[in-house]
T-cell receptor, first 110, second 114 residues
């Protein structure tokens, strides 16, 4: 059964303190791994798609990487506006079903 | 583009009542997804459509839940009768199968069943 586990559940950082969020997954055939950002009271907002081990994507202070078993979302020198819940999801190659993790709640303090 | 549109944004109802949630996907998108989000279980896929046809409804929790997509620009998720445990935020998302896998989410409907 496809499964996604994110850690930690919550993370508090000081502004400028870099860190990484983890997404471990189990899927029979990976079609893609997705990172989303969700602000309170809003729908998830797409950040990145990764398709194969070794792939990396960057956007501003965020960098996503992928291995055969997990993905990391690295946050470099975060700012308070990076505070949000970050969701990871996978899609199995045989379906259009997306399996989401329960997310990491990030709080960046000024 | 206005993005995915959902209505209502908030719904408060009493147990046993019928609830209908509505979604307008992004024009040109051929996939539509309904999700439910709770603190305990996170974001769960309920059902998805391709070209207005339901493809996988294995996530629909019970027969009380039903979803339709009468045309490419409109979908509904109905709960009848509603129960307090149905209280959650319901999201609609759409994507274009020929343009990668990016799902675009609506703002959600927060449902409270008393």
């Amino acid at each position: 059964e496809d499964q996604v586990t994110q850690s930690p559940e919550a993370l508090r950082l000081q502004e400028g303190e870099s860190s990484s969020l983890n997404c471990s997954y189990t899927v029979s055939g990976l079609r893609g791994l997705f990172w989303y950002r969700q602000d309170p009271g809003k729908g998830p907002e797409f950040l990145f798609t990764l398709y194969s081990a070794g792939e990396e994507k960057e956007k501003e202070r965020l960098k996503a990487t992928l291995t055969k078993k997990e993905s990391f979302l690295h946050i470099t020198a975060p700012k308070p506006e990076d505070s949000a819940t970050y969701l990871c999801a996978v899609r199995d190659s045989g379906t259009y079903k997306y399996i989401f993790g329960t997310g990491t709640r990030l709080k960046v303090l000024a | 583009d206005a993005g995915v549109i959902q209505s209502p944004r908030h719904e408060v109802t009493e147990m046993g009542q019928e609830v209908t949630l509505r979604c307008k996907p992004i024009s040109g998108h051929d996939y539509l997804f309904w999700y439910r989000q709770t603190m305990m279980r996170g974001l769960e896929l309920l059902i998805y459509f391709n070209n207005n046809v339901p493809i996988d409804d294995s996530g629909m929790p019970e027969d009380r839940f039903s979803a339709k997509m009468p045309n490419a620009s409109f979908s509904t998720l109905k709960i009848q009768p509603s129960e307090p445990r149905d209280s959650a935020v319901y999201f609609c998302a759409s994507s274009w199968g020929g343009g990668g896998d990016t799902q675009y989410f609506g703002p959600g409907t927060r449902l409270t069943v008393l």
